[in-house]
């Protein structure tokens, strides 16, 4: 077991697996989110998600196919490692719906590796505008799992608000990545920008029509192009592993 905190806080914590570069990239976010806390930021949100050479973040072949996972289970335990060090984790409508997941963190992260009194981080589902869809909600493992632990995020509400933790994951899906990445770079005032983003990427090529991140317009008046800045990256075998924080051409982070 491997906890750290020597920031005087309660938060951030530190997950170690004892394998490299596992434990250094959970370091590497470990400093990112100590400076937040020690900058006294409201909150910490981590964008994660995993991505083909193409850009591609789904392989399935057809809608409602069982999803094919681009990640490896070795890149899949670094991302429950991660998960452990947020107090939330965040997907979209669209994820749940597709995908189903649980959001728990598992692949034998907890045991050992997380520290006494942690516990789950809360699922947090982003709503579509409109009416909530009960019925689909209902049949979720989400909703019939984890009912008491999930918060659903409104369209238009700011998420620090709503969430009300100090630290978010965010893992997509498409669509909610793109809009983070385009608040982050664009409005501020959202509530919805990211302090890093850790992406996955595997070694081939989807094809086909499915869509790629980042899919948001970019104006002209958009100017500097969004970039990371502070970047690192690690090779999981055969899976590059970036790490960043959203930045100015210039390479000055936004936050
Ligand atoms: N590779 C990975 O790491 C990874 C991770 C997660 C998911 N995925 C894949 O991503 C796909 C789903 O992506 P998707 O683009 O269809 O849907 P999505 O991004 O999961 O969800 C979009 C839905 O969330 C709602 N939403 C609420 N707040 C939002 C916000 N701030 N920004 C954007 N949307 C918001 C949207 O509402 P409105 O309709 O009202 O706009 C929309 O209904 C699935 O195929 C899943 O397997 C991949």
């Given amino acids: 077991m491997s906890l750290t905190n020597d920031c005087g806080c309660s938060w951030p914590w530190l997950i170690q697996l004892g394998v490299e570069p596992e434990d250094t990239i959970l370091r590497t976010l470990y400093a990112l989110q100590r400076e937040s806390a020690k900058e006294q930021r409201p909150w910490f949100v981590t964008l994660s998600f995993a991505q083909s050479l193409d850009g591609k973040i789904d392989a399935r072949p057809s809608a409602g196919a069982a999803p094919l996972r681009l990640s490896s289970a070795r890149a899949q335990r670094l991302t429950h490692a991660l998960r452990a060090m947020h107090h939330t ?17 598992r692949c034998g992260v907890p045991e050992s590796h997380t520290p006494p009194g942690w516990t ?14 009960a019925e689909q909600l209902a049949q979720s493992r989400l909703w019939q799992e984890r009912r008491d632990q999930l918060i659903l995020v409104p369209r238009e509400v700011e998420w620090g608000s709503e969430v009300n933790a100090a630290s978010m994951f965010v893992e997509g899906g498409r669509r909610v990545i793109s809009s983070l990445l385009s608040a982050t770079m664009n409005d501020h005032a959202l509530g ?14 989807v094809g086909n029509t499915l869509n790629s991140v980042p899919a948001f317009e970019r104006k002209p008046a958009m100017l500097p192009m969004p970039r990371l800045g502070k970047l690192r990256c690690w090779l999981l ?14 390479g000055n982070a936004t936050t």
Avoid: F, K, M, Y
Wanted: proline share 10%; hydrophobic share 50%.
């Fill in 237 to 250: 075998e055969d899976e590059l592993i970036l790490l960043g924080v959203p930045a100015t051409e210039s």
């Fill in 120 to 133: 789950q981080p809360r699922p947090v589902v982003l709503l579509p505008h409109g009416a909530l869809r």
């Fill in 89 to 105: 984790v965040a997907v979209g409508w669209n994820t749940l719906l597709a995908d189903n997941p649980l959001l728990t963190v």
């Fill in 192 to 205: 919805r920008r990211c302090d890093a983003v850790i992406i996955t990427i595997a070694p081939c090529w």
